[in-house]
């Protein structure tokens, strides 16, 4: 047994291994919440003894991957579950900060227990996919959506098979377990004992990595959503418009402005420099034609202005004319008709 610095001995792997079961069951029957301080001490300790049992086992080199299950001892196989607890006991941390980061880990303590149960053949079942490859990267193609059915299908089919063969492990374990525990059973029942719990396990992290893969999906979709929001409500936002009076020229400004010295003025000119300040116009980005469209709206100014000088010219002479017929009557200064 190994020594620490000050001379204390460590647990023993049986120690280890023993305590840190004791607490994940404790754990998953309590009554407090999960986030409770009482509840995450014990998530604590049992991951730390976890720790120190993987630690343990790689320098023990209890387990090869060329090792068949029949020449593991019947009293070494629990140690098996190390990676499962520490998958499950993972899970049950709460912190909203690092979630993705546990869900990771988690998923890699329930993967390595399931390569282990592969190598051993401990079971019969398809390890799930190192990269969360789903389907929806795929296209929309007739071949590709009956594919996915029939995936669908199996892993319903696959979910059945798993429930039934978890409703008869329970059973058989029940049956095994107080003469296990009592030391009453022999070498035979205590293998089935424990390899029963090693198959309990395989469908627990199954649909453990199937729930972790569908929450850590969530959560990118989640900060992603954030992080576009978030470089949306980065941009330069427009301010708000105030109202005024549009006029032609800045002599028209001053007229209005002279009568309405609470609103204010603005010339087609500055409105339009405004505008494409804030890049409020349709044609904004386009360098090449903003200055040709701004000589254009200058040109249609000048042109108004003309044809209105022409307008209030023509207006005037019908005036006056208008006054001097007031002025003198039909005839006036006819001089030749006179008898």
């Known amino acids: 047994m190994a020594a620490s610095e000050d001379g204390l001995q460590l647990p023993s792997l049986p120690e280890l291994f023993e305590t840190s079961k004791q607490l994940l069951e404790e754990v998953e029957v309590a009554n407090e919440p999960t986030g409770s301080r009482i509840i995450q001490d014990k998530v604590f300790k049992g991951l730390d003894l976890l720790e120190k049992a993987a630690e343990m086992l790689s320098q023990l080199d209890l387990f090869s991957q060329n090792e068949d299950l029949e020449e593991i001892a019947s009293i070494d196989l629990k140690y098996l579950m190390v990676p499962a607890f520490q998958g499950a006991l ?198 090449k034609t903003t200055s040709v469209d701004f000589k254009r709206v200058a040109q249609l100014q000048e042109d108004e202005e003309k044809e209105k000088e022409e307008d209030e010219k023509v207006l005037q002479r019908a005036r006056e004319w208008d006054d001097w017929k007031d002025t003198h009557p039909r005839g006036y200064g006819n001089r030749k008709n006179m008898g």
């Open 90 to 287: 993972t899970m049950k941390q709460v912190n909203p900060g690092k979630r993705l980061d546990h869900l990771q880990q988690a998923r890699e303590h329930f993967l390595n227990y399931l390569t282990q149960c592969r190598y051993h053949h401990v079971g019969e079942f398809q390890l799930p996919k190192t990269k969360n490859n789903s389907a929806e990267n795929n296209t929309a193609s007739p071949s590709v959506a009956y594919a996915n059915l029939v995936v669908m299908a199996s892993q319903r089919q696959a979910k059945i098979e798993r429930y039934r063969q978890k409703k008869e492990v329970e059973h058989r374990l029940s049956a095994l377990k107080s003469a296990v525990e009592s030391g009453q059973a022999d070498d035979e029942q205590v293998r089935e004992y424990y390899l029963l719990h090693l198959r309990r396990w395989i469908g627990i992290s199954l649909e453990e990595i199937e729930s972790i893969d569908q929450e850590i999906k969530i959560l990118r979709e989640r900060d992603s959503s954030k992080e576009a929001s978030s470089s949306h409500s980065s941009l330069q936002e427009r301010p708000p418009m105030k109202s005024f009076i549009l006029t032609r020229d800045k002599a028209q400004a001053k007229v209005f402005g002279a009568g309405y010295p609470s609103l204010a003025t603005m010339t087609v000119s500055d409105w339009y420099e405004q505008r494409r300040k804030y890049g409020a116009l349709p044609d904004q980005g386009r360098a």
